[in-house]
């Protein structure tokens, strides 16, 4: 076997189905595809068969709908999940890629031990072994093909309390791992014969955006009145009317009354319209500013701290410690 063959999948393995099910949204907010995500759990004992009453199996997804929601995980049947047989694991629900590898598309059976198939993406055969244990233990098993994205994928599973073999004792099932990491917070102490590892950890902020709405703004058009004055040049006529003196004779020996001239006087007369006329236009768009506001909050982390009894010296050297006898 090629150790040194660097795995194409991460694998999780989740005491709690509903756990299980909340990594897999995690993941697919994350970005991952369907089709990078995989799922193996045993099947409910007291839910619906893994098999229909003809001794055919569910090989299709909408079979199988039924007995998913039963089981309590309805919401992962965009995954393709399918109910079948698993040689030595027995009635189960597997789904994704995974569930590809595993079911004969024709009859819905196992084709592989979960093993194999875990073996096939890199990962040991003997981790491989650990993690089909596992799920014949009544635990449920998620994996990821992350490709460059394996310590994301890990991280998300981690907080919904998904471990890998790296982080239960070694050749301890999940149920092990559980009441081990119970009895350490417990007691808090136990004995060591050397070279063993104690695991600090502490806690960061992970700040998360949303979109909501502060507000709104309406724009709309109102009427308004206001009196406006122009001023309009006009031409109108005056009678000019000049006296002289008259020379030579009258045309007329007689005076009479009665002769007149009319001359008509002209002007012009100012009327106004009112016509309406587009003189702006008001143009509604939105954009995209950016800002930054900080967010603060109070974290805990774990420090290592030695303490000495009986007669031994502590000395720190840089980031080692060292505990020695006296010298007598």
């Known amino acids: 076997m090629n150790t040194n063959k660097k795995p194409k999948a991460v694998v999780a393995v989740f005491t709690d189905r509903a756990d299980a099910e909340r990594a ?54 965009g995954l393709g999940i ?13 789904g994704g890629t995974i569930g590809t590898i595993l079911c004969n598309a024709a009859v819905g059976a196992a084709a592989a031990g979960i093993g194999g198939a875990l073996i096939g993406w890199g990962i040991p055969e003997e981790d491989a072994a650990w993690y089909e244990n596992e799920v014949k233990s009544g635990r449920t098993v998620v994996t990821v093909r992350a490709n460059t994205r394996q310590a994301e994928a890990l991280e998300i599973m981690r907080r919904h309390n998904g471990f890998d073999r790296t982080a239960a004792p070694t050749g301890a099932t999940a149920a092990t791992a559980t009441a081990a990491t119970a009895s350490a917070s417990t007691t808090g102490t136990r004995t060591a014969a050397g070279g063993e590892t104690l695991r ?30 122009l001023d309009v040049p006009v031409t109108r006529e005056e009678v000019v009317i000049e006296r002289r003196p008259a020379r030579g004779a009258a045309a007329e020996d007689t005076i009479r009354e009665g002769s007149e ?29 950016s800002d930054t506001e900080r967010v603060s909050g109070t974290v805990r982390k774990e420090k290592a701290r030695v303490e000495s009894a009986g007669d031994v010296h502590v000395t720190e050297s840089g980031s080692e410690t060292h505990v020695t006898g006296r010298k007598r």
């Open 24 to 77: 897999l949204a995690d993941l697919h907010r994350a970005g991952f595809r369907d089709s990078q995500l995989g799922l193996i759990t045993k099947d409910n004992p007291k839910g619906t068969s893994a098999r229909k009453d003809d001794g055919e199996t569910y090989a299709e997804e909408g079979a199988a709908t039924g007995l998913l929601a039963g089981a309590g995980v309805g919401a992962l049947v």
């Open 82 to 94: 399918v109910a079948s047989v698993i040689p030595g694991v027995g009635p189960a629900l597997i």
């Open 200 to 229: 600090l950890h502490e806690e960061e902020l992970r700040p998360r955006k949303r979109s909501v709405k502060a507000g709104e703004v309406k724009v709309r058009k109102e009427v308004v009145t206001e009196h406006k004055t």
């Open 261 to 289: 001239i009319r001359i008509p006087v002209r002007e012009e007369e100012v009327s106004v319209e009112k016509t309406p006329v587009a003189r702006e236009e008001v143009r509604v768009g939105k954009r995209s500013v």
